[in-house]
């Protein structure tokens, strides 16, 4: 028997690309207040300082410009789809820290960074059509309008990471979160197919997941809920899944409600 086809949430192109710009928005408003010492600060993130991070931040929208400005990759369908993105940013992680050196060394003002990125991106992405042009993104060929959707994911992690190592409260896009939080969703939906565990992650997502008997009405007999927030830093490993049960930032409930195994779903 064939596997069954991934299932693919449909994203509004143009609502995304305005939930980037305003994620995007806020994390430019926090750093342009940002001190050289609150810059030099450390982060959850290995050795890099806040000025790292907040250089990293500016390359979900550079990254867009970089690939519309290569020639459009051949062949009507992607390489990679949004549900197979998340599984391999591990791989991709020492190209992204080189990158984000190289750009720091070459842009020292951030304002100005920021400035030029958001002008690019723009100019580049305009407030019209549909989203279907492919791009080169370092996961492979994919649709404009799927990498926007990861360019939500990259703003609300690395806004969360930023919020952390500074003790900021940098706002995050309704809608950005909104897409971070289903992608995120329907990753783990994929990677542990099944309807015997109902995940709820109000007001944005809820999926069913892991093999066994399937709930079709009723009350679910295995429930995990949690907040948005958490369960974006469930899924990328900012937080434990025992942590966040001890801290009752999670529910759990029913013999099959434990996703410590599956997480985290993307590094």
């Known amino acids: 028997m064939p596997p069954a086809k991934k299932r693919l949430r449909n994203y509004d192109h143009l609502r995304t690309r305005a939930a980037v710009l305003a994620q995007f928005a806020h994390v430019r408003d926090a750093v342009r207040t940002l001190t050289p010492q609150q810059l030099a600060e450390p982060t959850r993130l290995g050795d890099w300082t806040a000025r790292d991070l907040a250089v990293h931040l500016a390359m979900p929208l550079a990254g867009v410009s970089r690939g519309l400005a290569l020639p459009e990759p ?17 791989a991709r992680a020492g190209r992204v820290a080189e990158a984000t050196a190289a750009l720091r060394a070459d842009h020292p003002d951030l304002d100005a960074l920021y400035a030029e990125v958001e002008e690019r991106f723009v100019a580049d992405v305009p407030a019209t059509g549909t989203g279907d042009r492919l791009l080169t993104t370092p996961a492979g060929a994919m649709r404009l309008a799927d990498f926007l959707v990861t360019r939500t994911v990259e703003l609300v992690v690395h806004t969360d990471d930023l919020n952390d190592a500074l003790g900021l409260a940098v706002p995050y896009d309704r809608q950005a979160l909104a897409a971070c939080t289903r992608l995120l969703a329907d990753t783990l939906a994929d990677r542990a197919p099944g309807g015997s565990v109902e995940v709820r992650v109000p007001p ?14 009723g009350t679910p007999p295995n429930v995990v809920e949690t907040s ?12 434990s899944w025992t942590r966040a049960l001890d801290g009752a930032e999670v529910s759990a409930s029913g013999e099959r409600a434990d996703l410590g195994a599956l997480l985290p779903l993307m590094r």
Do not use: E, N, S, Y
Request: glycine residues 14%; charged residues 15%; positive net charge.
């Open 228 to 239: 948005p927030l958490t369960w974006m830093r469930l899924a990328t490993g900012r937080t």
């Open 74 to 90: 051949p062949g009507p369908k992607p390489d990679t789809t949004l549900l197979d993105w998340a599984g391999g940013t591990a």
């Open 204 to 217: 944005f997502a809820v999926v069913q997941c892991i093999g066994g008997p399937k709930h079709t009405r």
